[in-house]
């Protein structure tokens, strides 16, 4: 009944991998956590091969029943927002080929479902994937928490699985349930 | 001695790809054109997948010695620039999963290569797509000449083959030689 989730925060020079089992009573635990990173002085061409690799890598590794990436916006006028894109549609690929399904969540669906402020900062995320998945410091490397949020905030949108009532077990999940409670009454 | 170009001009609704061979005196041949169209009714990874398999399948076919694909950029601040930068993150992997070298051309150096001038229309660009092919008629779908443009386009900017002096056998070639001569003065 767990329920596997990778997520991955995409961007050219550093890609956040995560993977995240999440059972019924949203009890979630960390599986793999990482980042692959590409070097600016590389050809595009040879940066998104070493992203497609390494997302196939853990795809095939990992076996996620999903993947979860975030959203890109052009809004973002940043002189990296292509690269991101670019890299996102790399990552969105590798698990259509496989027959994984892809959900796409925006940055404030993240630190909301997380931290139940979708204007919170990294600091206030971290902290909060740090409790949900009972660790005892900060994931690292520091840049992949994102990668975690947004797996662990695919299982949540995604909802209880149908007919378990959600035991909840730890301060983080009781916050996490409160929070949710909170986005559903908006 | 044939030179074989794929050119892609990236979109995630509609995805222009051309062939073209290109000999040392740079008479150039059509090989294949065509676009691969997407619903933009179905969901992203959908899409994209239909896009890599596409591509994936022509450069199986074909067999090109590079890939030539449009530069995107993020000024053009449109709705469908994120669709465009993943659809050409997908179609750039695709080609280095093969150990295809890949190159980007920017849509003002396609219009400067094929017609002499950065700021042609698209009129103006089929026209000398259509006479540098020795077509009897403007390539079909329409909207493929800017992947066969960007294919013609890298094949001439790559340079003469060493030791061949160009037999310029068309009009069109003609002016082409001639607009190169001016974009080396600049």
Redesign the interface.
Known sequence: MTYRVMGVDPGLTRCGLAVVDIEPNRRSTLVAVGVVGTDPGR????R??VI?EAVDSWLDLHSPEVLAVER???QL???T??GT??????V??S???RGI??A?HTPTEVKAAVTGNGQADKTAVTKMVTKILRLETPPRPADAADALALAITHAWRRGAQPGVTPGLVTPAQRIWAEAEARARRR
Not at 85 to 90: I, L, P, R
């Open positions: 050809s595009l061409d040879e998104l091969l497609s890109v916006f052009s006028n940043v002189s927002v292509m894109a670019q890299a996102s549609g790399v969105i690929v698990a259509a080929r399904p892809v796409l």
